[in-house]
RNA sequence: CGGGAUGUAGCGCAGCCCGGUAGCGCACACGGCUGGGGGCCGUGGGGUCGCAGGUUCAAAUCCUGUCAUCCCGACCA
């Protein structure tokens, strides 16, 4: 069935690059490390985009735009998130062009227009907003201030990876200004249930919530809370992040507010965001060997319709009834596709359909028009079933709810099945090359044990989940007593 | 930046060892037969073989240099 697409069992990571970039999603760039994402891939992003964003207006967060340049005074001002992505950033030193002497139609980088001061291009935003947040806020009565922007980024990345991993990425970041400590804590922890729920009941992918350990820790954050993901290959994916900041950029940015008692007081501080890195999960969590799988809620086609005929008399019969069947489609919120290019025939669209991952295919035909039915095929399971004409838009809407439950149902039992609980360090070693997926096991608390793990098996802690049981033992490598389970897994 | 590999048509590759002026599959274009799962047959278009130098009557092939890309590490959403 699947043609010219390695399969995930030959070689994942070969899979994943081709699904991307057959199914019309992204490619890369000639510009080193970076994506051009195309238009099928950028409309499942948009509704990513549509629902988050109605997610934070529902929170009381409203939207903003920072420059994309920020002076390299203002970055190195809160040192630990500096020195933390400093060893990752494009820097603007010029600011013209000239005609090269040397080369005869070429340019160069005109040696006098260096600029005093460099730029840094955002890697992340926490700089150049809090710097202007220094001018906005002055009384407690200014508090709190809730905002988001949706921008690009740029780390520059040794080694990329199609949405994963990109020198240039799309994200949205929220930095938030609070009076108190609890208020900006419960803040952090209110934007990474907004993660899990959009990545639950949006893109269908099962998550872990719990907090990272010092040492995975955000450059600058005193807590990251985290929303955790396991891939098909049984590598974690952090999915989304969210942190408290404590007042660490209030003071390097000297962001003083006049609290109720009329005393001068830092403000609390919260920053969170999700990338394009969620496509990646979207893709590696549902996809299978004949392609992409989409949950219905995030599908730019949810439907798709082929007409398959001989003549063009029947081409027109079946395309009465197609149009129909869009217009009831169309009332009942659900987007369709009539796919009636006669250049192309029936089965190379199926497959292409398979492969863009459209949750559900009818095929009409004259034996259909001749009986009343139509064929469905799901996308998910890959079955067909000759359906009644009759209450069929009731039919489908009822299947783009199971679809989007199952996908999800598969991932939950998928990602369950493959938490192991161990008890030693053998143990721990053998799951991780065997069965892959989250590691459960006791740690000491140090970040000196996690480093050596981490040296010994490319495991680290993704995180210390909510849900775990109060349970005291002992650490699976040093023996030392433990007060909890942590989830030890390889990431992406 | 350390280890490994590769640059030949839009994409994927063969040819290189053993030098004789470039080929296959996919894609593309045209014609016909077709049409309920990526059709078949025929015809056709498209490449200064990464770049520069050298050896030679002759270089994709041998030699030297250089650039670029990819993979494995280190770094990371």
């Known amino acids: 069935m699947s043609k010219n697409l390695t399969t995930r069992r030959e070689d994942y990571s070969k899979w994943y690059n081709e699904l991307v970039v057959k199914a019309d999603l992204a490619e890369n760039s000639a510009v080193r490390g970076c994506m051009v994402i195309k238009p099928y891939g950028y409309a499942i992003w948009e509704k990513m985009q549509a629902e988050l964003d109605r997610m934070f207006k529902e929170t009381g967060h409203q939207n903003a735009y920072f420059p994309l340049f920020v002076p390299k005074s203002l970055f190195e001002a809160e040192e630990k998130n500096a020195e933390g992505f400093a060893k990752e950033c494009a820097i603007v030193t010029h600011y013209r062009l000239q005609n090269d002497p040397d080369n ?28 202007t947040y220094k001018g906005w806020i002055q009384s407690y009565r200014d508090l709190p201030i809730l905002i988001n922007q949706w921008a690009n980024v740029v780390r520059w990345e040794m080694r990329t990876r199609l949405f994963l991993r990109t020198a240039e990425f799309l994200w ?13 804590i419960a803040e952090a922890e ?11 009941k949006f893109m269908a992918i099962p998550v872990i919530k719990g907090v990272k350990t010092q040492s995975e820790r955000f450059a600058g954050a005193e807590e990251t809370y985290c929303i955790e993901a396991l891939m098909q290959d049984g590598k974690a994916l952090q999915a989304g992040t969210s942190h408290f900041l404590g007042q660490n950029f209030a003071k390097a940015f000297d962001v003083k507010f006049t ?3 009329g005393k001068l007081d830092y403000v609390w501080a919260t920053s969170w965001g999700v990338s394009t890195r969620l496509m990646g999960a979207l893709v590696m969590t549902h996809s299978d060997d004949n392609g992409l799988v989409l949950p219905p809620n995030l599908a730019p086609i949810q439907v798709v319709i082929v007409p398959i005929h001989k003549t063009d008399a029947q081409l027109e019969e079946i395309s009465i009834l197609a149009k129909n069947l869009m217009q009831e489609f169309k009332t009942m919120g659900i987007s369709c596709k009539y796919d009636n290019r006669t250049t192309h025939r029936p089965g190379s669209k199926f497959a292409q359909y398979e492969l863009q991952g459209v949750p559900l295919r009818i095929a009409i035909g004259p034996k259909d028009l001749e009986n009343k039915t139509v064929e469905l095929a799901r996308r998910d399971t890959l079955s067909k079933e000759i359906v009644e004409l009759d209450n069929l838009v009731a039919t489908v809407n009822g299947l783009m709810i199971d679809i989007q439950d199952s996908l999800f149902n598969k991932a939950l039992d998928f990602r369950n099945n493959h938490i192991t609980e161990v008890e030693t360090f053998d143990e721990f070693k053998n799951v991780l090359n065997t069965k892959t997926g989250f590691i459960s096991a006791h740690w000491d608390g140090t970040a000196e044990t996690e480093q ?5 098996t490319k495991a680290t802690i993704r995180c210390i989940p909510f849900n ?13 007593p433990s007060d909890g389970r942590v989830l030890f897994a390889k990431a992406y």
């Open 190 to 200: 209110q934007m990474n249930n907004i993660y899990a729920e959009f990545a639950e």
């Open 452 to 456: 050596k793990i981490k040296d010994l």
């Open 104 to 131: 005869p139609g070429k340019l160069r980088v005109d040696p006098d227009a260096k600029l005093e001061e460099e730029l840094i291009v955002r890697p992340t935003s926490e700089a150049i907003i809090w710097s």
């Open 259 to 261: 609290n109720k008692d």
């Open 172 to 184: 949205q970041e929220g930095h938030t200004a609070h009076e108190t400590k609890g208020e900006a």
């Open 468 to 480: 775990a049981k109060n349970e005291k033992g002992i650490c699976v490598f040093s023996g030392n």
